[in-house]
């Protein structure tokens, strides 16, 4: 599929406030950044507003309340960061090649070997960016409920680590740098939008270059704008994780935590007693309030379920 190739209808109908029902409307239009950037290259003038305006929509799409996993593993110097940093009220923000999906970041390709004819891309084999991913940093949350039995096993070790919810609308910062994740079977071939992109860049090069400028000031950030959104698609294999991402600029000052205030805390059912009690130390502490889970033997059905403590 070829980004050119895309379209889409806009619609005309106006949505009544008083009947909007959210997850009614969720259900119906799932995030699809695919079209997010037909709307902006379709678009000559006014880019950023309409960036701005997919930005405020994608909030729509954001939860009261996320969850993030934990594992606590035989690294102990890893452990003891992570609690750590719990206590600190914050998350840690990875280099997307540290994620556990060789594929993550991969929806998107382009032929390099057709953008060779720029002189200045030949001698990097027409690549005129390598990865998007190295450009950004992101946190990994789910609206997966503590319940989730495969979200326990992939990302706690095996129900050994740790869940914290987190409220976001109170966590402001964590709330406006998080995406929803798309699912998606399809890639997408964006090579004639990188190569208009390369004819931008490099007109603007030679006009600036002209004026004398030491600096080059680019007035079009769809590269920018692409990069903010393919960073958040995803196979649909991974769907069951119903993911959201806290995403930053990897070039952006102390941004390798972000601030993030705990609304509860849930120990693994087989969480070690040792950090079993120090997160309980932690969570009192805070005065945020800690559950320990357990299976619940006489059920019907395979239920997870939460004791406070």
Known sequence: MKIEDLHYDIPNSLVSEEDFNIEKWRKENPMDYFKAIYLIMTETENRDDVFKTIYKITRFYIPHTLFKYYSLTDNITLNEQKLETLQQKKIFMSEVKYMNDPFDNKAYYYQNEKLKKYERLSRFDGKLIDDFSSYVKISALTSNHVNSMPMWAHYANNHAGFCVSYDMQSNTELSGCTFPVQYTDKRIDITSLMDQQAQKIFRELGIQTAQGKKKIMLTDLSLIYMTSFFCNIKHISWSYENEFRCTVGAATENKSYMSATPKEI???MNCPSTYR???????KEMQ?????MKFDEFNQEFNLMSEKI
């Open 288 to 292: 945020v309030p800690v559950f320990i």
């Open 277 to 283: 009690d120090k997160i309980i130390k932690i969570a």
């Open 266 to 268: 849930y120990i693994g």
